[in-house]
């Protein structure tokens, strides 16, 4: 199996993963633990993994002119990412949250062009639209939409500053791609990171009535920082190194997807023309926007 093939398959774990927090997370908050006090979790959870596993294998030091843009990858990767993530979703719905995401893809391309002089080819552009046309028509279909939560715009401006941050890191850490290891830029993105957020998450997270809470939320409260806040983070880093920034963003598309795949299974969702179709248009804009043009290397 070669390299770009890897990264499209870490690419598509990563994002089942996403998929699954939108719900699991809904779950924790903010009955149990407030958005900050999460993120705190989250954040000091994938720092200490990160740490094991870059002290056990890596053991790369960094060059002090690179500190710089680490802290803003730090700030953008991390801190505003999942703070505007978590804070908008529990203002908000998964509906409406994954609906907002469908923007990310669009920005990552945008800045892609401006930053890194990535071609405006035709077939990329139509594999966008076509993306967030898909996405946006298998996450609303047959839904109801939640109109009468004054929180609602709220959350959703929170989600669009997400994607926003989120794609302004894809930018900024691609560069570092090229001097060291992935894990080496995970752990001292997480590390900053947790400074960053340890004084606004240090007296929700003491809040927390730890012994009481149930099997079920731990069990989610472990999938979130084990699964999102490692896995997925590792995935996405581990793709970036191959592939254009575009179309690690662009796979955010596939979210609604796989949700609507996970439901299937669970029995909570049934199968139709309409979901078929929207799935078909969003794997043929992945095609379009991962296609390897000629004389380009992904």
Partial sequence: MNDVLKSHLALFFANLIYALTFTLAKDVM????QPMGFILVRVTGGMILFRMVHRIWIREKVKREDYG???LCALFGV???MSFFLKGLNYTTPIHAAVTMTST???VFILAIIFHGEKKLPLRIVGVV??????????????????GNPNLALGNLFILINSFSYAIYLMIVKPLMTRYHFLTIMKWMFS?????ILPFGYSDALAVEWGGISDKIWGEI???????SFVAYMCNIYALKRLRASTVGFYIYLQPVLATIIALILGSDKLDPIKVLASLIIFIGVYLVGRKPKAVEE
Avoid: M, Q, S
């Fill in 105 to 107: 893809p669009i920005i």
């Fill in 30 to 33: 903010p009955d149990t633990i």
């Fill in 130 to 147: 076509l993306g967030a046309i898909g996405a946006i028509i298998i996450t609303i279909y047959g839904r109801k939409l939640e109109t």
């Fill in 222 to 228: 472990a999938f979130v920082v084990i699964g999102t």
């Fill in 192 to 196: 900053i990171g947790f400074v960053v």
């Fill in 69 to 71: 843009i680490l802290i």
């Fill in 79 to 81: 801190a505003i990412n």
